[in-house]
């Protein structure tokens, strides 16, 4: 069976400082990666996604994200966090035996304070 | 850039009471989708749709749920009889492929709240 977890609820980080927002999944098969982002009053945005070969991963906004195999994690990553960063972060994987569906943590809240 | 859109933005009924929460896919996409997230629970995926006809549904995807394509746009959930338990925001996505690596669009959402 295919499940994510998001083990913070928060995280807060200043302006300018690095952040980082954690993802661990299981899955059975190839792991199909996501990072989605919801500001207020809007849809989930996507943000990037694992390919198979890339460990570091680029994608909107500055954002990163490092696919560890050995850990099972797929952390979001950004080395200078900005003030309007501030959003609910959702990770996700994709059913690899059932490509409808996708998989979603319980979403991160990151503050980024000026 | 397209978007999916979701109307309405929120929803008030009363328990019992038929629902219907339109969406705009994007145009030329082929696969739809609804998710639903109670408040301060996980995104859960409710019922997959290509071609006219479900192709995937969840668990909690029961028989008083039904989505519809009325016609080249609009892609609908409606639920017959409401309880308290479906107060959750709604979200319907699509995408233009079955490709693994391709992700999907998500419409704004519906706050459902059921009384």
């Known amino acids: 069976a295919q499940s994510v977890a998001q083990p913070e609820d928060q995280v807060n980080v200043a302006e300018g400082n690095p952040l980082t927002v954690k993802c661990t999944y299981s899955?059975?098969?190839?792991?199909?990666l996501f990072w989605y982002v919801q500001y207020p009053n809007r849809g989930l945005q996507f943000l990037l996604k694992?390919?198979?070969?890339?460990?570091l991963v680029k994608g909107s906004y500055g954002f990163e994200a490092e696919f560890n195999k050995s850990q099972t994690s797929f952390h979001l990553k950004k080395p200078s966090a900005l003030v309007s960063d501030s959003a609910l972060y959702f990770c996700?994987?994709?059913?690899?035996?059932?490509?409808?569906?996708?998989?979603f943590g319980s979403g991160t809240k990151l503050n980024v304070k000026p | 850039e397209p978007e999916v859109t979701q109307t309405p933005s929120h929803q008030v009924t009363q328990m019992g009471q038929e629902v219907i929460l339109r969406c705009v896919p994007i145009?030329?996409?082929?696969?739809f989708y609804w998710y639903r997230q109670i408040l301060g629970q996980k995104v859960e995926f409710l019922v997959s749709?290509?071609?006219?006809?479900?192709?995937?549904k969840s668990e909690i995807f029961d028989d008083q749920f039904s989505v519809e394509r009325p016609d080249g746009s609009n892609f609908t959930l409606k639920i017959r009889s409401t309880k308290l338990e479906d107060s959750a925001m709604y979200f319907c996505?699509?995408?233009?492929?079955?490709?693994?690596?391709?992700?999907?669009?998500f419409g704004p959402g519906t706050r459902l709240t059921v009384l």
């Open positions: 996505a699509s995408s233009d492929s079955l490709n693994p690596y391709n992700e999907q669009f």
């Open positions: 899955v059975s098969g190839n792991p199909y």
């Open positions: 694992y390919i198979t070969g890339d460990n």
């Open positions: 996700a994987v994709r059913d690899g035996n059932n490509f409808n569906k996708f998989y």
């Open positions: 145009s030329n996409h082929l696969y």
């Open positions: 749709f290509y071609n006219n006809e479900i192709s995937e």
